[in-house]
């Protein structure tokens, strides 16, 4: 079996050691903040005419859209830990325009609808843009696209395929070197306005200021423990538990991403898996120059196990990717977050890609937990006879979808039928994930088929070509 690059070009053990040395294990994107604001735990009783479980983009985004759209409406959110404290807080900043998690995912699963989907997609990132400089969001938008990148020569014939208009731009080795400097690139896609960089701490502290502004109530720590519903008619809503007291709402959006699901009927709708990341200390003007990277595009590889990295306001590079790790029992735990041979990797890989950058170290490490669902993208349902509506399963790629899915929700709750509630992506429901131990065995199973497809240039063996016959193949 052939090699990639990663395992033909490694640094030697003592820059990685070095590089590592006193990297703080914490999201960068949360300590970077300035003082946060806090929101005061439920205590008591309460009535309301929407309340949102939990304090994610999706939360947020809810419950902004929904003031807006009824600014007489009672809204209450209800955060287990403090807003924007997981994913929400621990992605890498890419706010991309698709939808389905790519081009290729989303025409195998839907076909007729791909076109449109795109087009959506595209327009929610303008909504997003919109948003952003209407509300005042002072969260380090960067509207600056994104270039897929071709670092083993069977993957350049992938890129050469797709198709180029203005807004899509193949670069040879030489415009790309041109583009950001590292000896690992053959060639790459710029698609030039498909992705805008984000500071996600900022995003999410600044959508909470926007919402309480508007007269949305937030409680933190305030973990919801049930949702009782029985000899209840719908006019009278839902009764919302927790331990400091409980909401009674008309209508009720549930954006707990990745976390255990209220409903039953999702339990096995989606699983987490860990993703890790790395945030270097600023470039020095001499260190950014040696890369070039002025149009600061976001990057990622093709490979199945590929990385993604970018550039903070501040010139911190973030590395991150390749490993996805799931733990048996599908649970979410603090002490996964640390995982010292995920980060040597990552930094090996870093110093691989800029040789140029030996000497840099890394600031901060961390890892969130990613909510996969069988599609690879968002589903959407409605329970408890219309009163509760939800999305999960963004697989990674929530930072824009959220907004589309909010506005879904929110469709759905007031029993308005638009194009958005139609399509089949929202109407349909991806296949559980099977119980353990099945569950664990089928996904490390399909972990080392994928990356054994990328040291065999990108062929794909039985076992993947079994499940993309089912749709359940993933092809990043």
Known sequence: MSSTIFDRARP???????????????????????????????SGNLNCDLAIVGGGYLGLWSAVLAKQRNPAARVVLLEARTVGWAASGRNGGFCEASLTHGDENGRRRWPEEIDRLTELGQENLDEIEHAVA?????????????????????????????NTDDNTVFLDAAALQAEVASPTYLAGVWHRRS???VHPGKLAAELARVASNLGIEIFEHSLVQALDTAGRTPAQGTRIVTAGGTVTAQKTVLATNVFPSLLKRNKLATVPVYDYVLMTEPLDASKL???????????????????????????????GGYDAVYHYGGRVRSSYENRPESFEKLASHFF?????????????KWAGAIDTSTQFCAFFGQARQGRISYAAGFTGLGVGATHFAAKV????????????????????????????????????????????????????????????????????
């Not at 120059?289 to 973030?318: E, K, M, P, T």
């Not at 691989?352 to 901060?364: A, C, D, E, I, M």
């Not at 759905?412 to 296949?431: F, I, K, S, Y």
Request: net charge negative; glycine share 6%; charged share 25%.
């Open 12 to 42: 030697a053990a003592s820059v990685v050691a070095d590089a590592l040395v006193g990297t703080r294990q914490s999201s960068f994107w949360l300590d970077d903040l300035a003082a946060r604001a806090n929101y005061p735990r439920l």
């Open 134 to 162: 209407s509300l005042g969001l002072d969260c380090d938008f960067e509207r600056t696209g994104a270039i897929d990148l071709a670092v083993e020569e069977h993957q350049v014939q992938w890129l050469r395929e797709e």
């Open 409 to 476: 929700i929110l469709d759905q709750l007031a029993d308005r039928t638009t194009e958005r509630t139609e399509l089949a992506m929202v109407r349909g429901r991806p296949l559980s994930f099977p119980p353990e131990p099945i569950a664990s065995a089928g996904i490390q199973a399909t972990r080392w088929a994928l990356g054994r497809a990328d040291h065999n240039r990108g062929k794909r063996n039985s076992l993947l070509k079994t499940l993309d016959a089912l749709g359940l193949g993933f092809d990043s």
């Open 195 to 197: 992705n805008a960089l």
């Open 289 to 319: 120059a040696s890369i070039g990277w002025q149009h600061r595009q976001g990057l990622s590889d093709l490979a199945n196990q590929f990385h993604y990295y970018r550039l903070s306001a501040d010139n911190r590079i973030l590395f």
């Open 352 to 364: 691989t890609t800029f040789p140029q950058l030996v000497g840099v170290r890394f600031s901060h």
